[in-house]
């Protein structure tokens, strides 16, 4: 069946850029996610990759795919303290249910 | 507009006693999916609701059940609680599968507390 992995824990200073990996195992997966987990709340979804992307950039936040290797990556520039939270990497293959990653903990330090 | 509402937020039960939580989805979600969150086991897909239907079902025993109603809300049902179904139940909201990249929109969830 699917699996996604993510590494658990990632710890940077503020200000710098943030690199959170994530591979999966579902070839087919159409859409591939990242969100984002505060706590005592729910998952909010940041940004989404479609499959035939290689890159998308939205504000402070790009993600990188390598389709043939199928590894996803998260990078956060200029990362705050705002940004400390559980980072989730989701897949999602055509008609079939979301697999979640186990979670990547960011903590920045001031 | 409004997000996925849960009910209710914080729950203390004691083991044996049954719990029913509750997910309004976004309007116009027609796609209800429950997933249980633990410090061990990470997020672990429960189960699916699409027009009423149960479209898909996790791993879990059948203490664990659900439905869906009309207007798409949904509840969860957990029947003769064990210390182990101490967990943040999380509900998340879809147009419905295969809708593109609209993700889920996930509801803050109810912690369920087993003593």
């Known amino acids: 069946g699917e699996d996604v992995e993510q590494s658990l824990f990632l710890s940077v200073r503020e200000g710098d850029s943030s690199v959170i990996n994530c591979t999966y195992t579902?070839?087919?997966?159409?859409?591939l996610y990242w969100y984002k987990q505060e706590p005592g709340a729910g998952l909010q979804l940041l940004t989404y990759i479609f499959s035939n992307m290689d890159m998308k950039q939205d504000q402070r936040l790009t993600v990188l795919l390598n389709k043939k290797d199928k590894h996803l990556s998260l990078r956060i520039a200029d990362t705050q303290t705002g940004d400390s939270a559980i980072y989730f990497c989701a897949e999602e293959s055509r008609g079939q249910n979301f697999v979640f990653g186990p979670g990547t903990r960011l903590s920045v330090l001031p | 507009k409004a997000g996925v509402t849960q009910t209710p937020r914080y729950l203390i039960k004691t083991r044996g006693q049954q719990v029913t939580l509750s997910c309004s989805p976004i309007?116009?979600?027609?796609?209800v999916s429950w997933y249980q969150q633990t410090p061990g086991q990470g997020l672990q897909f429960l189960f699916e609701?699409?027009?009423?239907?149960?479209?898909n079902k996790g791993n879990f025993p059948g203490r664990f059940s659900g439905r869906q109603f009309s207007n798409s809300r949904s509840e969860m049902n957990v029947s003769t609680l064990e210390l182990g179904d101490s967990a943040l139940y999380l509900c998340?909201?879809?147009f419905g599968r295969g809708q593109g990249h609209y993700g889920y929109t996930f509801g803050s969830g109810t912690r369920l507390t087993v003593v």
């Open positions: 579902d070839s087919s997966s159409t859409y």
């Open positions: 998340a909201s879809t």
């Open positions: 609701y699409f027009s009423e239907t149960q479209r």
């Open positions: 309007s116009g979600h027609r796609s």
